[in-house]
């Protein structure tokens, strides 16, 4: 009873939370286009439709198309499924192992803890970005789901040390002493009884972790050092730069992935602060 009266208070306030409704609506909207997009247009990302080159937004090329006659729609369509698997692998990934690691350190405690922190203290010192750039420098083949695993792999001490925190403190309580009593199993009481009470948290955390990867891998991306095969939003970014698309005033090349970019990491930024008024009663929109 008392479960079900919590989750129809979180309903009540979350659809009363504008922030909330904004940031999962923008997000919702290119989920959709980009599982449906591909059936709104017959042309590959690199195929060679327009014989003329170069052309403005028609009713034949709804984005346009880039110097060499390609199909801007079709590309940003492509390049928005990798944003989101970027975001869905790399952050997902990130936010894994930060859970591990944070959980495993926060309860185990002692030389455990020790040597975990160690390792998330290297891990968090280390320029991230700069070891990306050296990583994918040197690979001559890269897709989405290698530049993903990277992200992953390098995205995940912040999240280790809050949840570490946390989890010190949680695992002090009578109830955690309780499941101990009764001879619960460490992993056991780690995910039904500590989880549970940082359920809020952690999903605030995997959105941020999807927002990060999705930024870190757009970097990659304009700069060059992003997949080898495939397209991707900032992939089309480069391209544009690359071959003079400001320069030209080919504006339908570069700002619909750029302003798509955007929308979607400040919809998931505003998102998070919805979900963070609605979990936390001193914040809430009354």
Not at 12 to 37: H, Q
Not at 107 to 123: I, Q
Not at 172 to 200: C, Q
Request: charged share 10%; glycine share 10%; net charge positive.
């Amino acid at each position: 009873m008392m479960k079900l009266k919590k989750r129809s208070e979180f309903v009540y306030f979350a659809l009363r939370n504008t922030k909330l409704r904004v940031g999962l609506t923008v997000v919702l909207v290119f989920l959709v286009l980009s599982l449906i997009g591909p059936l709104l247009t017959h042309n590959a990302p690199y195929d060679y439709v327009n014989p003329a080159g170069a052309q403005p937004p028609s009713s034949e090329y709804w984005f346009g198309t880039t110097t060499f006659g390609q199909d801007v729609f079709s590309q940003f369509i492509h390049g928005l499924r990798a944003t989101f698997l970027v975001g869905l692998i790399g952050g997902g990934l990130g936010t894994l192992i930060g859970v591990i690691v944070g959980f495993t350190a926060g309860y185990r405690g002692g030389l455990v803890d020790e040597a975990l922190n160690m390792l998330t203290n290297v891990v968090l010192v280390i320029p991230t970005l700069a070891v990306l750039l050296i990583i994918t420098a040197y690979l001559e083949v890269r897709g989405i789901i290698i530049e993903s695993i990277f992200i992953g792999c390098t995205a995940w001490p912040w999240v280790a040390r809050a949840i570490r925190a946390q989890t010190f403190s949680l695992r002090s309580r009578e109830f955690i002493d309780l499941a101990k009593l009764t001879g619960m199993k460490s992993w056991k009481i780690v995910f039904s009884e500590i989880a549970p009470n940082m359920m809020s948290y952690l999903l605030l955390v995997s959105i941020l972790q999807f927002g990060g990867a999705t930024l870190i891998a757009a970097t990659l991306d304009f700069i060059g050092l992003g997949p080898t095969t495939g397209i991707s939003l900032g992939l089309m970014m480069n391209n544009a730069v690359l071959w003079g698309a400001l320069i030209l005033g080919m504006w339908w090349w570069f700002v619909p992935p750029g302003l798509a970019i955007t929308a979607i990491v400040g919809a998931l930024y505003v998102t998070n602060v919805g979900l963070d008024e609605v979990f936390n009663p001193k914040l809430r929109e009354m």
